[in-house]
């Protein structure tokens, strides 16, 4: 059994602690077990560990993720970038060619996808070996899982399965799925729910060959190269319209465990600590309400009932709770820059932009590099930097050289000069990128 994450997500949603590159994946806005923050992908990851399932993953995602994926999980995972961003199938296809050509995976191994953010019981881990040996068993060409819905809802689609008809070694049911219906309204999703359907969770279980076969029907390839430089020509769609739904050979296993999805803040701050997160002071007046404060400034909230507010370098949100869950018609037509972003070495913060009347861009990060992680060496085309430590030490490389750098040091580098740090203890800089003549 190969398991394979998809993280993507447009970071939309969750603004403004979210954005293109930091998604609600890497928020580390819930708990575990010992009060300790951690993100949702931390979290899939450590019940994973626990499941005794996390030896061999891969992630799919896209160039902008894979840092804070790093930054979060280190080495523990395969990623698999995507050339470019085409939704569920594509990202699916290219996993498997990756497992297929790269891992050395036999054709006849379980390949299961599922989301990188699912809130869930451990019961839903467990559930994967269920999945597997359905799958190995011949049961159906594609086995789902299904999560038996606790109210009618528009958010989610259906998996509508035909009448029992048998059951794993440990007495799971396994469904024959007659039927999808992708977000039907109120009215039909309680007709589905009387019909036994189920929410589809976004989870897969199939043999490797299955997809492959597949996909040689729409590209010639005879490596893993040959289908990342054809990516382009995959259908740009998700994997329940350019593969479930056209499979002759279905079936489902039901999970009736917890699961949630925390895509809005409605839905996210049922499972936070109603404990506020930052500078933040709040009446004792106030119901229902959290605040989180990722800026350097104090935030004071009073007299609120049912609401969210959210600050951080990207913006501030203050929100009814309900109201939340439509923020994203609010803010996807703005040109939102990420303004904090983790990295694989630890996380920056733009402070400021400025552009002078010749129209030369100066912009002005604040950067925490992790004791015993490393910027690696790199050169820039387009601007010199500056950077000078405010707390910690390192040693900066610049052109070859190595300089002890402690608090107040400070470093030019020109465009073209290739430098590098390392940090020995936590590191704190102020970098300034400012554009050079001749750009």
Same mark, same amino acid.
């Given at each position: 059994?190969?398991?394979?994450?998809?993280?993507?997500?447009?970071?939309?949603?969750?603004?403004?602690?979210?954005?293109?590159?930091?998604?609600?994946?890497?928020?580390?806005?819930?708990?575990?077990?010992?009060?300790?923050?951690?993100?949702?992908?931390?979290?899939?990851?450590?019940?994973?560990?626990?499941?005794?399932?996390?030896?061999?993953?891969?992630?799919?995602?896209?160039?902008?993720?894979?840092?804070?994926?790093?930054?979060?999980?280190?080495?523990?995972?395969?990623?698999?970038?995507?050339?470019?961003?085409?939704?569920?199938?594509?990202?699916?296809?290219?996993?498997?060619?990756?497992?297929?050509?790269?891992?050395?995976?036999?054709?006849?191994?379980?390949?299961?996808?599922?989301?990188?953010?699912?809130?869930?019981?451990?019961?839903?881990?467990?559930?994967?070996?269920?999945?597997?040996?359905?799958?190995?068993?011949?049961?159906?060409?594609?086995?789902?899982?299904?999560?038996?819905?606790?109210?009618?809802?528009?958010?989610?689609?259906?998996?509508?399965? +035909?009448?029992?008809?048998?059951?794993? *070694? #440990?007495? !799971?049911?396994?469904?024959?799925?007659?039927?999808?219906? /992708? $977000?039907? =309204?109120?009215?039909?999703?309680?007709?589905?729910?009387?019909?036994?359907?189920?929410?589809?969770?976004?989870?897969?279980?199939?043999?490797?060959?299955?997809?492959?076969?597949?996909?040689?029907?729409?590209?010639?390839?005879?490596?893993? +190269?040959?289908?990342?430089?054809?990516? *382009? #020509?995959? !259908?740009?769609?998700?994997?329940?319209?350019?593969?479930? /739904? $056209?499979? =002759?050979?279905?079936?489902?296993?039901?999970?009736?465990?917890?699961?949630?999805?925390?895509?809005?803040?409605?839905?996210?701050?049922?499972?936070?600590?109603?404990?506020?997160?930052?500078?933040?002071?709040?009446?004792?007046?106030?119901?229902?309400?959290?605040?989180?404060?990722?800026?350097?400034?104090?935030?004071?909230?009073?007299?609120?009932?049912?609401?969210?507010?959210?600050?951080?370098?990207?913006?501030?949100?203050?929100?009814?709770?309900?109201?939340?869950?439509?923020?994203?018609?609010?803010?996807?037509?703005?040109?939102?820059?990420?303004?904090?972003?983790?990295?694989?070495?630890?996380?920056?913060?733009?402070?400021?932009?400025?552009?002078?009347?010749?129209?030369?861009?100066?912009?002005?990060?604040?950067?925490?590099?992790?004791?015993?992680?490393?910027?690696?060496?790199?050169?820039?085309?387009?601007?010199?930097?500056?950077?000078?430590?405010?707390?910690?030490?390192?040693?900066?490389?610049?052109?070859?050289?190595?300089?002890?750098?402690?608090?107040?040091?400070?470093?030019?580098?020109?465009?073209?000069?290739?430098?590098?740090?390392?940090?020995?203890?936590?590191?704190?800089?102020?970098?300034?990128?400012?554009?050079?003549?001749?750009?």
């Amino acid at each position: 059994m190969k398991i394979v994450l998809l993280s993507g997500g447009s970071g939309k949603r969750l603004w403004p602690l979210s954005n293109d590159i930091r998604s609600k994946q890497f928020l580390k806005v819930v708990q575990n077990g010992a009060g300790e923050a951690e993100s949702m992908l931390q979290r899939v990851y450590r019940q994973m560990q626990e499941a005794g399932l996390d030896a061999d993953i891969t992630v799919a995602t896209s160039i902008t993720q894979v840092e804070p994926i790093r930054g979060q999980l280190g080495d523990k995972v395969s990623v698999v970038v995507e050339p470019e961003r085409r939704n569920t199938f594509p990202a699916i296809v290219l996993a498997a060619a990756y497992l297929y050509f790269e891992k050395h995976c036999s054709p006849e191994e379980t390949m299961i996808v599922l989301p990188v953010d699912p809130y869930v019981g451990e019961e839903y881990f467990k559930m994967l070996e269920c999945l597997d040996m359905a799958v190995q068993d011949g049961v159906a060409d594609i086995v789902l899982m299904g999560v038996r819905p606790t109210y009618p809802s528009e958010k989610y689609g259906y998996i509508i399965p +035909a009448k029992l008809s048998g059951s794993l *070694g #440990k007495g !799971e049911e396994i469904l024959p799925v007659v039927e999808f219906k /992708e $977000k039907p =309204d109120i009215h039909m999703a309680q007709k589905f729910i009387d019909k036994g359907g189920l929410w589809n969770c976004g989870v897969f279980a199939f043999r490797l060959s299955y997809l492959m076969s597949i996909v040689q029907t729409m590209l010639e390839y005879g490596c893993y +190269a040959d289908v990342e430089h054809q990516y *382009g #020509k995959l !259908e740009k769609t998700s994997f329940d319209y350019a593969v479930v /739904e $056209k499979a =002759d050979s279905v079936a489902v296993v039901a999970y009736n465990g917890e699961w949630k999805d925390l895509g809005t803040w409605n839905t996210l701050t049922e499972v936070m600590d109603e404990k506020p997160t930052g500078d933040v002071a709040v009446s004792g007046d106030c119901v229902n309400t959290h605040v989180i404060n990722e800026l350097e400034i104090p935030v004071v909230v009073m007299g609120t009932k049912d609401m969210v507010v959210a600050a951080s370098p990207d913006g501030i949100l203050v929100a009814d709770k309900v109201q939340s869950s439509y923020i994203k018609k609010y803010v996807e037509d703005r040109d939102l820059r990420p303004m904090f972003e983790e990295r694989s070495w630890g996380e920056y913060t733009v402070l400021n932009i400025s552009v002078d009347g010749g129209g030369k861009r100066a912009v002005t990060k604040k950067k925490l590099v992790q004791a015993g992680r490393k910027i690696e060496e790199t050169k820039h085309q387009h601007h010199l930097e500056v950077w000078t430590v405010l707390s910690g030490r390192a040693v900066i490389s610049v052109q070859g050289r190595k300089h002890e750098a402690l608090a107040g040091d400070t470093f030019t580098i020109r465009r073209g000069v290739a430098h590098s740090l390392q940090a020995e203890e936590d590191v704190v800089l102020l970098e300034v990128q400012i554009e050079e003549d001749g750009d």
